[in-house]
């Protein structure tokens, strides 16, 4: 009577239960999602070919920032939520120019907070007071799929070298 009873429960349980079915949301997301790391792959392989090319000795944090301070300062190092005051040069891999502090003048904002890239941000917490740095940021870091709708363009990497020149 028992085995009845368990290998009914357990025969209308198996009936009840219905084949997994992949979610809309998960059919678009898995090609993107590859799409995605090869896309981020060959970033980071342009990325590491350029390095070598230049010599520079960088090292590349978790998120993807490539870095190199080139010139120690002897300042304090930055925290999120000080106000950064930077000389800077952005360029692309290519060479082009972009931005520099020489035409619009230093940059101040607040570091973790203000709308500037998120790897500047990074850059900025792996500084002191009178460093000098190069860092590489890959499109993710910097202005992602669409660009800035001016001087860089969708999906570039870009270069800032910067000097921290005061934190408050």
């Known amino acids: 009577m028992i085995r009845f ?3 009914s429960i357990l025969f209308f349980h198996a009936c009840g239960e219905k084949p997994k079915q992949q979610q809309p949301s998960q059919v678009v997301q898995d090609p993107m ?3 995605n790391r090869q896309l981020v792959k060959e970033e980071s392989q342009l990325i590491d070919s350029y390095i070598k090319r230049k010599g520079w000795e960088m090292e590349k ?3 993807g920032l490539r ?3 080139y010139e120690k300062g002897n300042g304090v190092k930055a925290q999120s ?5 930077i000389d800077f040069t952005v360029t692309l891999l290519d060479g082009t120019a972009c931005y520099s502090s020489e035409t619009t003048g230093p940059q101040e904002f607040r ?8 790897g500047l941000h990074e850059a ?9 740095g190069k860092f590489i940021l890959p499109p993710h870091l910097a202005h992602g799929l669409i660009g800035d709708m001016n001087k860089i363009p969708a999906r570039s990497t870009i270069i800032y070298d910067v000097h ?4 408050r």
Do not use: F, H, P, W
């Not at 939520?81 to 005051?85: E, N, W």
């Not at 570091?111 to 998120?118: A, H, K, L, Y």
């Open 5 to 7: 009873l368990l290998a």
């Open 61 to 63: 944090t978790g998120t």
């Open 111 to 118: 570091i973790g907070q203000d709308n500037v890239e998120s």
């Open 81 to 85: 939520g000080q106000y950064a005051m």
């Open 124 to 132: 900025l917490l792996l500084m002191r007071v009178g460093d000098k």
């Open 67 to 69: 870095y190199m301070i």
């Open 164 to 167: 921290l020149r005061s934190l």
């Open 33 to 35: 999602l590859r799409a």
